[in-house]
């Protein structure tokens, strides 16, 4: 198991476009993966979990995996959250 914690960088948060560009993201990813925020933990390939969370900017989470590729997955998913979901580019 692998966890990293990063602040969202964009001001809306992780609303259904980014969102659904971190669930592309890891949905390129074996293993299973997880973002928590507070005491709450939600598949990070599920939208309506992540939407759930009510992530907005300035928030803290963690993204947590658990596989083969536990590591890339999280690095590759902390790089997006932390370009802001690529919404500046």
């Known amino acids: 198991m692998f ?24 949905n390129e990813f ?27 900017g300035g928030t803290s989470i963690k993204i947590i995996a658990d596989g083969a590729d536990e590591e890339v997955a999280v690095e590759a998913l902390v790089d997006l959250v932390t370009n802001g979901f690529s919404e500046q580019a």
């Open 3 to 26: 966890v990293r914690e990063v602040m969202v960088q964009n001001q809306v948060g992780l609303h259904a476009r980014p969102a659904t560009f971190f669930i592309q993201k890891a």
């Open 30 to 56: 074996k293993s299973s993966i997880w973002i928590e925020k507070e005491e709450r933990r939600v598949n990070a390939k599920s939208l309506l979990g992540i939407l759930s969370l009510g992530i907005v």
